[in-house]
């Protein structure tokens, strides 16, 4: 699986392109601004592109933008962000441009090496991986569908747009497969959404929950 990293801390990239190394990663490109990276994406095929926020030159926003062209030029392009920053405006609109393949995380909130490794592995293969802090500061909080639903219902959503499967729902909640199943039918049917694969009635759930 190869990776492309965005990191303008030269400790924190070496140390992110050593630990995907020993994991069976093949780091193709560390890029430290947005035109490198640019120019990165461009010249090699890769599977995820691991971006941090605030960059070179006024490091405010610069990183997720950079992440958000790159997807517009390589429709699908698996993107994590890695940051200490939730930066919301440009973190919605790279979810709203489609959230398979996206996850964002804080860096001082992953406690352990297997966490992020497992986070990468999901982003790359098509999932979506979003802190709970992130989400948090992302909902919109006024009158919607959502209202409709029960807390537990509201719980299990929330699970949903941190990408947790109906097994580790059923885990975090302490209820049985067959009760998340129920809850999850449920915040379909009351969030009104059209009859598809399950998968994309996920995404599209999430988003509503994130007020996308």
């Known amino acids: 699986m190869r990776v492309i990293i965005l990191e303008d801390n030269p400790i924190l990239a070496e140390g992110l392109s050593l630990l995907l190394d020993n994991s069976g990663f093949q780091v193709a490109a560390i890029t430290t601004d947005a035109d490198e990276f640019a ?3 461009a010249e090699h095929e890769v599977d995820i592109a691991i971006v941090d926020v605030r960059l070179p030159p006024t ?6 933008r950079a992440a958000i062209e790159a997807r517009r030029t390589r429709p699908g392009l698996p993107v994590l962000v890695f940051s200490q920053y939730v930066e919301e405006v440009y973190a919605a609109e790279l979810l709203a441009a489609g959230s398979e393949g996206v996850g964002y995380l804080l860096k001082d909130r992953v406690s352990r090496v297997d966490e992020f490794l497992e986070a990468v592995r999901r982003v790359a293969g098509g999932g979506t991986v979003l802190d709970p802090e992130v989400v948090s500061q992302l909902m919109v909080k006024r009158s919607s569908p959502l209202d409709r639903l ?7 959503l929330a699970l949903m747009a941190e990408g947790l499967g109906n097994t580790a729902i059923g885990e975090k909640l302490f209820i049985s497969d067959g009760a998340v199943h129920k809850h999850v039918g449920n915040v379909f049917l009351k969030l009104d959404l059209p009859p598809t694969d399950s998968g994309h009635r996920r995404v599209l759930a999430v988003l509503a929950y994130l007020g996308l």
């Open 39 to 41: 120019k990165a994406i």
């Open 59 to 64: 490091f405010t926003d610069e990183g997720l």
């Open 150 to 156: 029960t807390p537990r219902e509201r719980e299990v």
